[in-house]
């Protein structure tokens, strides 16, 4: 039976992987800093990414390393070199240590433009890590993740809730539901393509206009949308009224509005998984359907 090591298993991405590679007979070693209900099939290794001997304990016997874990949000410069750089070196070099060499690294679509914020920065940084690492890697970068138990999107559902959109200017964006985003990953631990680079997406062609898909939140949650195109300055000043509310919590930064206003953050078709190895099969509508209806249950929207 073929053991995967999992970094981020707890979070958004990772717990769905967990669910979906136990249902296909692998065993989870992964990573958390919070004692875990016991599970059968996951070995929960307790620590971080800062912690050589966790890290240690969690590639220990296994077959292939996921690293998922990364930092999307933080503050500081320093937040996104210690979780998306750093901590990548360190997984590296344990998975490197203990002989394991499958390394599947998750990344994003952020990582192609790094000059636009520090995020896609470090996570360019991050491949650049993984790419000298001398392991047999495959990376993935997703396009926007959504799906049930994602917090995210929830401001523009809550928006669109009261009938509005607020938007970054005109461009276009891909997306894919988290389910199909870690069939993706297991397609990839079955096949081992090799040394490539995937970008994944819900399979519609040329990707969203802003406005088409603040459109489908709002059909999701049953509403109407007027959608607003907001200049980059008008971007940065409600950036910094988040931080002033939310503090290190806000979800819009300066550093967010850098990759919110590209233009185009559909993928590149010549990435795209070959249909044989993965295709994606929930529809976007129904996933933000099942979104909504997420929300709901948990009083959120």
């Known amino acids: 039976m073929i053991t995967l090591a999992i970094t981020g298993g707890t979070g958004f991405v990772g717990k769905r992987l967990i669910e ?8 989870v070693r992964a990573l958390t800093r919070r004692t875990q209900p016991a599970r059968e099939g996951v070995t929960w290794v307790a620590g971080a990414l800062d912690d050589t001997r966790a890290l240690d304990e969690l590639v220990a016997g296994a077959d292939v390393v996921i690293h998922v874990a990364g930092v999307v949000n933080t503050p500081t410069r320093e ?12 997984v590296v070099d344990a998975a490197r240590a ?18 636009l914020s520090v995020y896609g920065w470090s996570k360019h940084g991050a491949e650049d890590v993984v790419t000298a690492s001398g392991l047999d890697w495959t990376m993935v970068r997703p396009s926007g993740v959504f799906g049930p138990g994602d917090t995210d ?10 009938g509005i959109a607020l938007l970054p200017p005109p461009g276009k964006l891909a997306v894919i539901h988290v389910d199909d985003l870690a069939r993706l990953l297991l397609a990839v631990v079955a096949t081992n393509p090799g040394q490539v680079i995937y970008e994944a997406d819900d399979g519609r062609p040329g990707g969203w206009t802003h406005r088409d898909f603040a459109r489908a939140i709002g059909t999701a949650v049953g509403r109407r949308v007027l959608a607003i195109d907001l200049p980059k300055p008008v ?11 939310r503090g290190d919590k806000a979800k819009l930064t300066p550093d967010r509005v850098g990759y919110f206003c590209h233009p185009d953050w559909t993928i590149d078709p ?17 996933g933000l359907a099942a979104t909504a209806a997420w929300y709901r249950e948990h009083s959120l929207l």
């Open 20 to 27: 979906q590679a136990l249902a296909a007979g692998y065993r």
């Open 153 to 162: 999107w929830l401001d523009m559902f809550r928006a669109a809730k009261h």
């Open 235 to 245: 971007m940065l000043a409600a950036a910094r009224l988040d931080r002033l509310t």
């Open 79 to 90: 937040g996104f070199v210690a979780g998306n750089i750093t901590g990548t070196q360190a």
């Open 98 to 115: 203990a002989g394991v060499r499958r390394f599947v690294h998750v990344s994003s679509l952020a990582a192609r433009e790094p000059q």
């Open 270 to 286: 010549a990435r795209a998984p070959d249909p044989a190895l993965w295709h994606a099969q929930i529809p976007t509508p129904a």
